[in-house]
Nanobody
């Protein structure tokens, strides 16, 4: 079992910056990747960024060049640095972890509770 807790969301003016954090706790054999998703009201949850076990990073076109995903393995924490924020970035941001379960070695996916990011025009 793994618990993911996001923090760092808030209200920011367009053009500003926020840094989201996702702290992981619990038991897992290994992590394949961690990612950030977001969901605006009335919309489907969309993928934002991924960091793999090889520390390779990938970004949605909508945030490429503005957002940076990183990971601190010692702290079991993944971050999302968001710069040059736009009103269309307004959403609840969710942390995602995919890994190998300690008990049965099955691939498992966990989600955090989400943190609200609101960008004013």
């Amino acid at each position: 079992q793994v618990q993911l807790v996001e923090s760092g969301g808030g209200l920011v003016e367009a053009g500003g910056s926020l840094r989201l954090s996702c702290a992981a706790s619990g038991s897992i054999r290994s992590i394949n990747l961690m990612a950030w998703y977001r969901q605006a009201p009335g919309n489907q949850r969309e993928w934002v960024a991924t960091i793999t076990s090889h520390d390779s990073t990938h970004y949605a076109d909508s945030v490429k060049g503005r957002f940076t995903i990183s990971r601190d393995n010692a702290k079991n924490t993944v971050y999302l640095q968001m710069d040059s924020l736009k009103s269309e970035d307004t959403a609840v941001y969710y942390c995602n972890l995919n890994g190998v379960n300690s008990g049965d070695s099955r691939d498992v996916t966990y989600w955090g509770q989400g943190t609200q990011v609101t960008v004013s025009s």
